[in-house]
């Protein structure tokens, strides 16, 4: 087995309005809705999320197999966050997925278009 390569998220203090991932025990994806309307999308393999300060979780069913989990807080920001680079034995294709992150987190509503897992670490701000 290869050790995991982790990518920081280039999303340092960038305000969320809501953190969600939704689905069932095998599939799901992440949605980060940020403060400016813009939403960014992975699948997640594994999701952990930590936060300094207060937030609301919400877990509803979405049918009879799938659940929505939601994060919200009032001045909720992503303080940190990495993501799992599963092409780092081809240089190419590495760069091309550090790329693509960086277009992820621009303006508009983007899919990253791949499952991996993803850790962020939110904070509250003034």
């Known amino acids: 087995m290869t050790a995991t390569c982790w990518e920081p998220l280039p ?5 969320v309005r809501e ?4 689905g069932n025990g095998k599939d799901g994806d992440l949605t980060i809705s940020y403060a400016d309307g813009s939403t960014g999308t992975v699948g997640g393999q594994h ?3 930590s936060c300094i ?4 979780l919400t877990v509803e069913s979405l049918d009879d ?3 929505a989990i939601r994060l919200v807080g009032a001045g909720l920001t992503i303080s940190s966050g990495r993501i ?4 780092t034995r081809d240089d190419a294709l590495a760069a091309e997925f ?6 992820w987190v621009e303006g508009g509503c983007r899919d ?3 499952v991996t897992p993803v850790e962020l670490e939110l904070a509250i701000g003034e």
């Open 11 to 15: 999303l340092s203090n960038k305000p």
């Open 19 to 22: 953190i969600l991932y939704s």
């Open 47 to 49: 999701v952990s999320i």
């Open 53 to 56: 300060g207060p937030v609301q």
């Open 65 to 67: 197999l799938n659940l």
């Open 84 to 87: 799992v680079n599963h092409y």
């Open 98 to 103: 550090r790329d693509d992150l960086g277009r």
């Open 112 to 114: 990253l278009g791949i």
